[in-house]
């Protein structure tokens, strides 16, 4: 089974997965880490900015585990039959493990709405009176 996580900065987990470029894939079995790999991806293939229409290097993982994504990029695993997993943790070694272990801490897509909206309310619309 392959699993990929976003990992922009190569040591933590990537919040903004639609605009990632590098991701670490581990191939595992059950209970253990077999191997691990960096892929980098053009800026053309971030998720962002390609077709979810269009072939993809991440097509054939199994799981794709990242700090946040949105809506849209949900939609397109789930179509790929790519389990999507949103996480607090930010060590690539450990979400893996504790995936594994069925012990890993996931984050709600509602939690993560609430908390991409409150982010952007807070930086738009702050007007004062005259």
């Known amino acids: 089974m392959k ?5 922009q900065n190569k040591s933590k987990v990537t919040e903004h997965t639609g605009k990632c470029q590098k991701f670490w894939i581990y191939e595992v079995n059950s209970s253990e880490i077999l191997s691990k790999e960096l ?7 971030s998720f962002h900015n390609s077709s979810p229409h269009a072939p993809h290097p991440l097509d054939d993982i199994q799981v794709l585990i990242s700090g ?3 809506n849209g990029l949900m939609r397109r695993l789930e179509k790929q039959g790519i ?3 949103i996480t607090e943790e930010n060590e690539p070694d450990f979400v893996v493990n504790a995936y594994l272990e069925g ?3 996931r984050k709600t897509l509602e939690s993560c709405q609430h908390e991409h909206e409150h982010r952007h309310n807070h930086q738009h619309h702050h007007r004062h009176a005259h």
């Open 3 to 7: 699993i990929a996580v976003a990992s």
């Open 39 to 45: 892929l980098e991806l053009p800026k053309e293939q």
């Open 68 to 70: 946040g994504m949105g």
């Open 83 to 85: 389990e999507a997993i």
């Open 103 to 105: 012990s890993l801490v």
